[in-house]
């Protein structure tokens, strides 16, 4: 319930301080007092827009704070799902500059205007001429059946499957759309892959074979150089060797009479083994070079297929090509692991829409059964509330698709007159009997969906009498179940109220300003007489509305 409100700079409240009271709360006042001005001050504790015109001292900044209680609620996991502190009362608090800039707080910790609303809707329920246009739209006849069928644990579940479902539903779309541009690509990364894998390539060929080609194009050549460095070195009569023999020969002779002699002697028969090293080597070489046309051609083909592959991959090595292949394996995995992807997300899509049919068949079946019971009650209620002739019917209609509330359209019909065949209500329902209508609602809906707060915003304009005397006790019998505040021109409803509050205007030196105030027992008789009578108050109006308050005061 909202135990106290604090206005400071709003429109034309300078600074006021509100207790507010369990049960059923009046607030009367004459039209352009500031009622609906009290209204909008509240609306911006709910993340309603803030509007800077409507600060009364620009030198200064709007505050409205509202402290609720809200033990009983079960907000505790709403709290800590937004990192809230959680407590038995809570205060909202709106600050709005000059300038525009607005900031939002529950219980001092900052919030944007999305978390004011969240909370705003468990709270408080304000029922205006602009609410009363809800009734025409299907989405809210749904929420009123279903919350009168007592829905909301299946609705609970229905509504994460099926949000489980939509974003279940996009990722299988754009799965499958890009499964098929992978695979309009596939066939040609196939392609490449096929090409690339069938080619064996290895790290290094493409030199190994350009050196060998080198050689056997050149083979009579390098043939003729290692035959000819062979005769040369040590079978030439003036052979290298044989020079080196008889140089060595030579050194024998003198090493009595040169000691060093010993040294370059030993220095020679290391270069004559080197140079028969050099002059076999080179005779093995040159007998296993042959001039082979069938492997040139060979190497020919095989260092063309591969230059072909650097080409048209534009390539600078084997090695990029192996890296190339590598990757074009990775991507013909992903994409055939797509489809198992796809076929699993099918799968679990399949299983929720079983699920969802399962669940959309029970809200059916809770709704068939309970909107004859809402049409009787509803019947019954704005008959008392004067429309004598009033008929109800609630439609269900399969939608042929999954909707956040399931597979039923709902559809309230009504009528007013005898006689009159049922239609939609937006359409043949004249305003006052659409406010009727929506009082029926909220009272129905008091016994069944938990809410603390509701207020009701002039819902009597064009009503009197008996009508009149059974809205505040409608009202009255609401107020055992939430805490109930109502506007009102109406004595019949400000006297049922166990708490009355004022809207009244004063002049200062420099301004008018709006003032709000508790009125005692002599108070509420004089204000509902006076709007018994209008200004001029008589006996006979003060009597009679302490008759009111005192028969209402015996009820309460």
């Known amino acids: 319930m909202i135990e106290h409100i604090s206005i400071h700079n709003y429109a034309l409240i300078d600074r006021t301080e509100i207790d507010m009271e369990k049960g059923f709360s009046v607030i009367t006042g004459e039209t352009g007092a500031g009622k609906s001005i009290l209204l909008g001050a509240i609306g911006l504790t709910l993340g309603q827009r803030a509007d800077s015109s409507a600060i009364m001292d620009k030198e200064k900044k709007c505050v409205v704070e509202i402290e609720y209680g809200v033990g009983g609620y079960g907000l505790q996991g709403w709290f800590e799902e937004n990192e809230l502190d959680y407590a038995e ?7 709005v500059t000059a300038e525009g800039k607005s900031r939002g707080f529950i219980n001092d910790t900052p919030v944007n205007n999305k978390l004011l609303k ?11 001429q602009h609410q009363s246009l809800l009734l025409g739209r299907p989405e809210y006849q749904t929420e009123v059946l279903d919350a009168f069928c007592g829905n909301g644990r299946l609705l609970e579940e229905y509504g994460g499957l099926y949000a489980r479902y939509r974003k279940w539903s996009v990722e299988l779309k754009e799965m499958k759309s890009r499964a098929a541009d992978a ?20 790290d290094g060929e493409k030199e190994e074979l350009e050196q060998e080609l080198d050689m056997l194009t050149n083979a009579e050549s390098i043939k003729s150089a290692l035959g000819g460095m062979a005769w040369q ?7 290298v060797v044989s020079v080196l023999k008889h140089a060595r020969g030579a050194l024998g002779g003198i090493e009595q009479s040169f000691p060093e002699a010993v040294e370059y002697g030993k220095r020679l028969d290391s270069v004559i083994i080197e140079l028969n090293d050099m002059a076999d080597e080179a005779s093995r070489k040159a007998e296993g070079v042959e001039f082979n046309e069938g492997r040139i051609e060979a190497i020919h083909s095989r260092l063309n297929v591969i230059y072909d592959l650097l080409y048209k991959y534009k390539a600078e090595s084997v090695a990029e090509l192996i ?3 590598k990757r074009l394996e990775e991507q013909l995995k992903h994409i055939e692991g797509g489809s198992e992807a796809m076929e699993e997300l099918e799968k679990r899509l399949q299983e929720t829409e079983e699920r969802m049919r399962h669940l959309c ?13 809402l049409c009787g009650e509803l019947k019954r209620l704005t008959m008392e509330l004067g429309i004598r002739h009033a008929e109800f019917a609630v439609e269900l209609a399969p939608s042929g698709q999954f909707t956040p509330t399931g597979c039923d359209e709902v559809r309230f019909l009504f ?31 008091s016994g069944t969906k938990q809410l603390p ?8 304009t064009g009503l009197s009498g008996e009508v009149a005397h059974r809205m505040a006790q409608m009202m009255r019998e609401m107020a055992g179940r939430m805490q109930v505040i109502s506007i009102s021109h109406l004595p019949q409803i400000a006297a049922a109220g166990n708490c009355h509050f004022k809207v009244y205007k004063e002049d200062s030196r420099t301004s008018t300003i709006s003032r709000i105030r508790k009125l005692t027992r002599e108070e509420r008789v004089r204000e509902i007489a006076g709007m018994m009578s209008g200004e001029e108050i008589s006996q006979a109006a003060l009597e009679a509305a302490g008759n009111l308050l005192n028969q209402n005061q015996v009820l309460n």
Request: glycine share 8%; charged share 35%; aromatic share 8%.
């Open 89 to 95: 009362h809570v205060t909202v608090r709106r600050e």
């Open 118 to 128: 969240d909370f705003g809707e468990f709270m408080v329920d304000i029922h205006s």
């Open 183 to 202: 695979e309009k690509e596939g066939d040609y990364l196939r392609f490449q892959f096929s090409q690339l894998e069938g080619a064996r390539l290895q």
């Open 233 to 239: 070195i040590r079978e030439n009569d003036q052979s």
């Open 323 to 325: 890296e190339r292949r």
């Open 361 to 373: 068949g029970e809200l059916h079946r809770t709704r068939e059964e309970g909107r004859e019971r």
């Open 415 to 445: 009528s007013a007159n005898m006689n009159q065949p049922l239609g939609e209500i937006s359409r043949v329902a004249s305003g006052g009997e659409i406010s009727r209508v929506m009082l029926a609602l909220k009272y129905v809906l």
């Open 453 to 460: 707060v509701i207020v009701f915003d002039e819902i009597d």
